[in-house]
C-alpha cells in the first residue's frame, strides 16, 4: 500500500510521467514502481498512453462551496487540480430549511452530473458555528433557517457524495494557508472583520473546531459594563448601529475609516482600536500564533490602524507579538479553504497517505485553481453579485459571512472577450461557468 500510495501521489503532483520516471522520484525499484502502476491500471485510477501515465477520470472531482446570506459560489475541480466548473448565484434566503438544501443539493447536482467522472467529496463552509461531526449549526443568524440538525441531515441526504460542512471563518484560513496570506505557516489564526466576526485557528497544522464551533469564537467576549462584545464594537453591523445612535452621516461601515468621516466617531473608533487589540491579545495568549491574518470586507480599512494596533499589543504582550498580516485571496479565500478539505477527503478515499498528499495539489495545480479564466477566476468569483443575475455595480455587502467582496479587477471587462485554450462558456441564465480542462503537456525526453 506504501507504494501505491506513493506512486499515485507522483502522478497526480506531476499530471503525467513514465514507469521510469516514477521509480527515480520516488526511490522505488524499477520492479516495485511498475507494480503498483500496474494495480492503479487495473483500478482505472490511471490511464496509459505510449509511455506516459496520467490521471483517469475515475480519480473523480470535489465541489466546494460558499453559503453566505446574500450569495452562494462554487468551485468544482479535478483531482489533478483542474477547475472543471464555477458559479456564482444568489442565495433564496428566503426559502426554509429543508428547500435550501434542495437548493444547495441541486446546484452541485447541476453542475457535477453531466461531467464523466465521480464526485468523490462536497466541503461546504457556512456562517455560523458547525459542530465538529457536521450534524448541527448554530449561531447563524444572517441565515438562521441552517440552525439546528434540520438543514444539515436533508443536505447530506440529497448530495449522493460525502458531504463535509465547515464554518466559512475555518474555510477562510485554509484557503489562505494554501494559496494566500499564510503559506508557509503552521500557526496561524485568522479574523474575518466584515458584517459579523469570524475566526479561526490553525495549529501544528490541524484546524480547531471543537465540539459545537465554539473554539476560538472570541467575539462572544464581554467588554465594558454595559455588556457589549467584541463582535458588538468590530462588526460592520454592530459599528453601524453605534454610528446611527450617534446619528452619524454615514451609509456604510467602511465608511466610519474614512479620513473625512466627521469627529464625533472618533470616540467609536477609539473603541474599535481597543477591542481588536484584545481580540488579538486573546488570540495570542490562547494560541501563540505566528501570524494573525486579518480579512473581510473592513480589513482595507482596518489595514490603516495596523501600525497602531501592533504598538498597541507589543506594549501588552512581554514576547514580540504576531506577524500582522492581510488575507489576499478576498471572497475567495472560503471557497478554496472547501477545495483543500475536498482534496484532502478524496485522497484519504483513494488510499494516499497523509505524508504522500500534504503536498497535493501540486504548485503548478494550484496556479490553474488560482486564475483559470481569460481574465481570471478572480475576478468573476469574487463580485458581489453574479453578473448575469444582476447586473450593476459591484461590492454590496455580504451579510450572510463575515466579508464583502473584493472589487473587480479594472482589466476584466477588456479582456472578458479575449480567445484563449482556458476560455470558459457561460450560461448566463445559471450564471455558470463552464471550463475546459487543459490538454496533457506532451512528454519532452
Not at 32 to 46: P, Y
Request: glycine share 12%.
Amino acid at each position: 500500500m506504501e507504494t501505491r500510495s506513493t506512486v499515485l501521489a507522483a502522478i497526480l503532483a506531476g499530471g503525467q510521467a513514465t514507469r521510469a520516471e516514477l521509480a527515480c522520484s520516488t526511490g522505488f525499484s524499477p520492479q516495485s514502481a511498475s507494480e503498483a502502476v500496474d494495480a492503479l491500471l487495473a483500478e482505472g485510477l490511471i490511464a496509459q498512453g505510449g509511455d506516459l501515465l496520467t490521471g483517469s477520470a475515475e480519480l473523480g472531482l470535489v465541489c466546494g462551496v460558499d453559503l453566505g446570506g446574500s450569495n452562494c459560489r462554487f468551485l468544482v475541480a479535478d483531482l489533478l487540480g483542474n477547475p472543471v466548473q464555477v458559479s456564482h448565484e444568489l442565495t433564496p434566503i428566503t426559502i426554509g430549511a429543508e428547500a435550501l438544501a434542495e437548493w444547495l443539493a441541486g446546484r452541485v447536482t447541476a453542475l457535477t452530473g453531466g461531467l464523466d467522472a465521480r464526485l468523490r467529496a462536497v466541503v461546504v463552509g457556512l456562517p455560523g458555528m458547525v459542530a465538529a461531526d457536521g450534524s448541527a449549526i448554530s449561531g447563524a443568524p444572517n441565515v438562521p433557517q441552517i440552525q439546528g440538525e434540520g438543514f444539515a441531515r436533508r443536505l447530506t441526504q440529497a448530495i449522493p457524495a460525502p458531504v463535509h460542512l465547515y464554518n466559512d471563518s475555518d474555510l477562510a484560513l485554509l484557503g489562505e494557508l494554501r494559496f494566500g496570506a499564510g503559506r508557509g505557516l503552521t500557526n496561524v489564526v485568522m479574523f474575518t472583520i466584515g458584517a459579523g466576526l469570524g475566526s479561526g485557528a490553525v495549529l501544528d497544522g490541524v484546524l480547531l473546531r471543537g465540539r459545537r464551533g465554539l473554539t476560538g469564537e472570541f467575539g462572544f467576549l464581554p467588554v465594558g459594563p454595559s455588556g457589549e462584545t467584541i463582535e458588538d464594537l468590530l462588526s460592520g453591523n454592530g459599528l453601524l448601529r453605534q454610528a446611527r445612535a450617534l446619528r452619524a452621516p454615514v451609509s456604510d461601515a467602511a465608511g466610519l475609516f474614512a479620513a473625512d468621516a466627521p469627529d464625533l466617531l472618533e470616540p467609536l473608533l477609539e473603541r474599535f482600536d481597543r477591542a481588536l487589540v484584545l481580540a488579538l491579545t486573546a488570540a495570542t495568549v490562547a494560541y501563540e500564533p505566528d501570524a494573525v491574518i486579518l480579512g473581510g470586507g473592513l480589513s482595507p480599512a482596518v489595514a490603516r490602524r495596523l501600525e497602531k494596533t501592533s504598538g498597541l499589543l507589543a506594549e501588552l504582550l512581554p514576547n514580540p507579538p504576531p506577524d500582522l498580516r492581510l488575507a489576499s485571496l478576498g471572497d475567495l479565500s472560503g471557497t478554496l479553504g472547501a477545495l483543500v478539505v475536498g482534496y484532502q477527503t478524496a485522497y484519504r478515499a483513494l488510499g494516499i497517505a497523509a505524508a504522500d498528499a500534504a503536498g497535493l495539489p501540486s504548485a503548478a495545480a494550484l496556479s490553474r485553481l488560482w486564475d483559470p479564466l481569460p481574465y481570471g477566476l478572480r475576478g468573476w468569483m469574487s463580485q458581489e453579485t453574479p453578473p448575469a443575475a444582476i447586473p450593476g455595480p459591484r461590492g454590496r455587502a455580504d451579510p450572510g459571512r463575515s466579508g464583502t467582496a473584493s472589487a473587480p479587477p479594472a482589466h476584466r471587462a477588456a479582456k472578458r472577450t479575449s480567445a484563449r485554450p482556458n476560455a470558459a462558456t457561460v450560461n448566463t441564465h445559471l450564471s455558470t461557468r463552464v471550463l475546459r480542462r487543459p490538454r496533457p503537456r506532451r512528454h519532452r525526453s
